[in-house]
């Protein structure tokens, strides 16, 4: 995993770093499983959204291994496999799907054949509004663990909560917490605040898609899925409307290479190879604009 030496993430570190241990990740990981590349029938690789140079390098690498292995390929919409790889390790059939991460945060559900999208951040994602906050406040990175650690500690300061329609803005609530940070609110106290107001606002959406898609099940996946405080109050919400709350194991909740391999399987089996020359990345590639035909 990247990890910057400080700030955020930079688009073109990222990429370097994926070009220094891509190979040495696939040597330990044919190693750990005990195969060889012979054993290996399909190349799957994320082919967006994200950070473009990162998408390029790892889409190089792919097409490399497709060429001289002489693999099919696969590509893969990068929120599905956060989603599939949540449907596969926790069993929820047909849940609302809440996707919360440092790139993306958005509540999804499948209807009339692909995952579509009911609500959503209207600027900066759920996981980047934790990190934001986290550096202003010379935490580290990636600091959502951080600030829930700390947010144990904290009590109750008032915070924006801002909720339009269906979708979420998590900007000014960040703007306002290192506002009062600067003034001399306590660090703990907006550590709870900030977590307790933004995740009240993803559940208040949630709530209302599942009610909508007269849907039981809930699936929290992505990385702030490892917040604990978030899977309690969703298990809160959900128990209060008879409905099933499902959390994608820690393990799983970050990006990963497990979920796209899954996905990709699911692709290969859907008969969505690509030749090499339509491999194209799409840093945009939304997740309502796949075809799902395997739920």
């Known amino acids: 995993m990247y990890i910057p030496k400080k700030g955020g993430i930079h688009p073109r570190e ?10 040495k990740v696939l040597s330990k990981s044919l190693e750990e499983a005990d195969i060889t590349m012979k054993d290996i029938g399909v190349i799957a690789f994320s082919a967006g959204p994200g950070l473009p140079p990162s998408l390029r390098t790892t889409a190089v690498l792919a097409r490399f291994l497709a060429l ?26 047909d849940p609302v799907c809440l996707y919360v991460s440092g790139g993306n945060t958005q509540v999804i559900a499948f209807v009339e054949g692909r995952y579509r999208v009911f609500g959503e951040t209207m600027d900066i994602p759920i996981g980047n509004a934790l990190d934001t906050f986290a550096r202003e406040a010379g935490l580290g990175h990636p600091g959502g663990p951080l600030v829930e650690q700390l947010a144990k500690k904290g009590k109750w300061v008032d915070l924006p909560y801002v909720v339009k329609g269906m979708d979420l803005s998590f900007s000014g609530i960040v703007t306002d917490a290192v506002r009062k940070l600067r003034n001399g609110v306590k660090l703990e106290d907006l550590c709870y605040s900030l977590q307790e107001n933004c995740f009240a606002m993803l559940i208040e959406v949630t709530e209302r898609a599942m009610a909508h898609t007269d849907k039981e099940e809930v699936l929290l996946t992505g990385g702030v899925a490892a917040n604990k405080r978030f899977s309690e109050m969703l298990e809160i919400m959900c128990k209060e409307r008879d409905a ?22 699911l692709e290969y089996k859907s008969g969505r190879t690509v030749k090499i020359e339509d491999s194209n990345i799409d840093s945009k590639w939304r997740v309502d604009e796949v075809e799902i035909n395997w739920v």
Do not use: C
């Open 68 to 93: 001289k292995y002489n693999k099919l390929l696969v590509r893969v919409n990068h929120p599905v496999a956060h989603i599939e790889i949540g449907r596969l390790t926790t069993k929820a059939r």
């Open 244 to 265: 099933k709350v499902f959390v994608v194991p820690q393990e799983y909740s970050g990006d990963n290479g497990a979920m796209i391999a899954w996905t990709g399987i």
């Open 14 to 23: 990222a990429a370097e770093h994926h070009a220094d241990v891509g190979r």
